[in-house]
Every structure is written in C-alpha cells, then in structure tokens.
C-alpha cells in the first residue's frame, strides 16, 4: 500500500469519526430542543364540576418567579394532603380529578398542580425535571400555610413523576412519593428510545454523556444531579410507591429498574409494581380509577400503611 493511500485512507478515517462525534454532540440539542421549547397547551383538559367537585382555584408563584395554576380539593381534617402532577406532554393536572374525588371520600385532600409552562401556568420552557421540583415545593408550602404538618404526598405521572421523585430527594419536608412512569434521567430515556427506535446499542450507549453534556449546558451545572436515580438517594426512610408498566412503549421499564438500583438501604419503604401490558399511566382508566379496583388498591393500600 503506497504513501498516497494510506494518508487518503487516515484522512477518510478522521472525517468518519469527526462526522460521527459531531452528530453524536448535536443529536440531544436537535431532538431534545423541539420537545421542550415553548409552552405545552394540552388538546384535552377536564373540568372538576364533571365528577361532581367543588374545587377552589389558587394561583402559586414559585421561588424561580413562575406563576402556576393550582385547585385545591378541601376536606376536613386530612389525613395527608396529595400534590398532584401531570406529564410533559400527557396526561393534564387535571386528569386527576377522579383520583382526586375518590381519595377525597376517604379522607385525603388534593392540590392539582400544573407544573411551569403547561396548561394555565406561566413559562415557555420545559426543564425535564431540572427545575420542576421547584413547583412542588410551591404546592408544599402552600399546604404547610394552610393545614400545619399535615402529611404531604407528591403524586405525579410521567414527568410529573421525576419532579415527585426529585422534590422527595430535596426537601425532606415532603412526606412521600408515588409515580408513574418516570424516567430515570434524561439520557437513560434519551438513549433508550435511540436504541429501541432500531439504532445500535452502542450508538445508544455512547450518545448518554453527549446528552448529559447537553442537560449540563442547558440547565446549568449546579443542577447535574437532579434526575430520579440520583434524588432516590436521598429518601431515607420516607415511603415510596413506584409503578411502571411491563411493556411501557414511551419510558421503558428499565428506567424503574435503575431507579429501584439506587434506593437507599434495605428498600423496605419502597413500593414498587410492574404491571403487565403497555399501558404508560398504568391504570386501566385513568380518569376513573374506580374503574380499575386494583390499581386504587396499589394506591390506597400504600397510603394506609405508611401514613396511619
């Protein structure tokens, strides 16, 4: 092999991979970008007068000066107060209602929380639960004005589940967590996604510090460890109920499994259920989940055990 070659085949060589690098590093702003620029206004939203509740609507203002859409479900005396989240793109705070009604008959007051731009509240940026804890903790001191030391329980589903989990890891005021659906980290789901969308593992695997590379840029240094697997360190004794679907097509069941990898101690204040079928929320029918007696158990049962 001549001089000649070997230099055009070094040459070809350094643009694949420079190419490759390149595309590695601008793949997390592209993808990344479209999803959480700009405000999030849900198709559906629903009305709480439709499941025959009277609910006080509440505007919170967070320690970052965003303005959120609250209502607030009263009961007399609550056993734990819930803070209920919607997700990024699915479903609305208001979804909830129906959980909302019927932990309500059993004693359980609800505040339905629309996380920073979504829905009614202000913003026009998504911060893939970097800064979203933020909005909990507005919700938890709002509760801690009115009720005193109440119980209080983040309940979130999808991205409203990573800023439960988060806010657990940061405020030790708030009592517990129960999730749906949440993701482990942004590159855990970024990488995934890559991989089970048809991309080689090792693409997959080697794009993860190019997307932290990206949330570190976009959110700030100072917030490289907020992501579920790394607050879950941080809950101590606290109770928590983890639920993910076996076959979730939209945040794969391995981000539980990595999640469930960090919890602290012997886990015995950790809950977890995989539930058969694809289903992201988990529960068979969301906006009624009476309608789905098992999975109000998984709910109601975590709840009495570790609060009465």
């Not at 595309?23 to 849900?42: C, D, E, K, M, R």
């Not at 967590?177 to 482990?184: D, K, R, W």
């Not at 607050?231 to 993910?244: D, E, N, S």
């Not at 204040?269 to 694809?278: A, K, L, P, Q, S």
Request: glycine share 10%.
């Amino acid at each position: 092999m001549g001089r000649v070659t070997k230099l055009v085949i070094l040459v070809a060589v350094f643009v694949v991979l420079t190419g490759s690098v390149v595309i590695l590093a601008f793949l997390p702003y592209l993808a990344t970008n479209s999803v959480i620029h700009g405000h999030i206004a849900y198709e559906t939203v629903y009305d709480y007068k439709e499941w025959g509740l009277e609910a006080r609507p509440l505007s919170l203002l967070t320690e970052d000066g965003y303005k959120l859409a609250a209502w607030e479900l009263d009961v007399d005396e609550p056993k734990a107060v819930i803070i209920f989240l919607g997700g990024l793109n699915h479903p609305p705070v208001s979804a909830f209602w129906g959980h909302a009604r019927a932990l309500g008959e059993l004693g359980y007051g609800a505040l339905l929380v629309e996380m920073r731009s979504h829905g009614e509240s202000s913003g026009e940026q998504v911060y893939l639960g970097y800064a979203e804890h933020l909005d909990v903790l507005a919700g938890l001191e709002y509760i801690r004005d009115r009720y005193g030391d109440v119980p209080v329980i983040a309940f979130g589903a999808d991205l409203g589940g990573v800023a439960a989990i988060n806010a657990a890891g940061l405020y030790p005021d708030l009592t517990g967590v129960i999730s749906i659906g949440a993701f482990s980290s942004w590159a855990d789901l970024f990488g995934d996604n890559l991989y089970f969308s048809g991309a080689p593992l090792l693409i997959a695997v080697l794009e993860k510090p190019f997307v932290q590379l990206y949330t570190l840029t976009k959110f700030g240094f100072d917030h490289r460890g907020l992501y579920p697997k790394k607050q879950i360190t941080k809950l101590g004794t606290r109770p928590a109920l983890l639920m993910h679907s076996e076959d979730d097509t939209f945040v794969s069941v391995l981000n539980l499994e990595r999640i469930m990898e960090r919890v602290p101690g012997s886990g015995e204040n950790v809950e977890i259920w995989i539930r058969e079928g694809e289903e992201h929320l988990v529960c068979k029918d969301f906006l009624y989940p009476e309608n789905d007696p098992e999975y109000l158990e998984r709910i109601l049962g975590f709840l009495e055990r570790h609060l009465n």
